[in-house]
């Protein structure tokens, strides 16, 4: 047997030290291979303990939670002047009490019972519609509610505007009393019934109401003037 590269044999193979075994299976060894997952990777790397592999890992603290914004300190009101507000008074008028007397903020204690139940009947009629010539008792206009109102105490008045107008007493706005006749504008275009307090209950027009409102509702220049009823 020769050796690949080397020179010529010069004398006879040495034999091997110990003679093959017959049997091929010989060579491998019995068992499962070793696993390759438990192999340390390296030559001569620390190996790490047993115990320090099952050690859990240190918990990682959490996020300490937002903390809510403190609220934003509540500015102590400033104190305020005290508002009164007058009943039932309107933005467009400037009225005066000095000038238009007591009788325009409350009603006279002195009014008779008469004149009471004319008002009785006119708060009555409030929310019936407005109905041109309509005397009632479904529906008025604004000399057929006061003709109805005072009617309902035995006092007869004419039935237009105009003839109410002279059909008793007039009287200063100064004096105006509960009950009375309240005219408005140069022609006489409209009349209402005194109710106190500044107010008066009347029909307003086509397509409104009967209502209680300030006497100043068309602002105070368009008042008249005012009749006590004989």
Do not use: N
Request: proline letters at 11%; aromatic letters at 8%.
């Amino acid at each position: 047997m020769e050796t690949y590269g080397a020179g010529p044999a010069s004398g006879a193979t040495t034999p091997y030290a110990t003679a093959l075994s017959a049997d091929p299976t010989a060579h491998y060894t019995s068992g499962p291979p070793a696993d390759a997952t438990t192999a340390t990777y390296g030559a001569g790397l620390a190996s790490i303990p047993a115990p320090a592999l099952a050690a859990p890992l240190p918990a990682v603290p959490a996020e300490p939670a937002a903390a809510p914004a403190p609220a934003a300190p509540t500015a102590a009101a400033a104190p305020t002047e005290p508002v009164t507000f007058t009943a039932r008074e309107t933005p467009s008028t400037s009225f005066t009490p000095g000038v238009y007397g007591g009788s325009w903020l409350s009603p006279d204690a002195g009014h008779s019972t008469q004149a009471e139940r004319v008002v009785a009947f006119a708060r009555a009629q409030i929310g019936r519609p407005f109905v041109w010539g309509a005397v009632g008792p479904g529906s008025y206009d604004a000399p057929g509610l006061t003709q109805a109102a005072w009617k309902a105490v035995g006092v007869t008045l004419p039935r237009t505007i105009q003839g109410q107008w002279g059909a008793g007493v007039q009287v200063a706005l100064a004096d105006v009393r509960v009950g009375d006749l309240v005219f408005f504008h140069d022609d006489l275009g409209h009349v209402g019934i005194w109710s106190g307090d500044g107010m008066m209950i009347h029909a307003p027009g086509p397509g409104a109401l009967i209502r209680e409102e300030s006497v100043f509702f068309a602002g105070q220049s368009a008042i008249k003037g005012a009749v006590r009823p004989a």
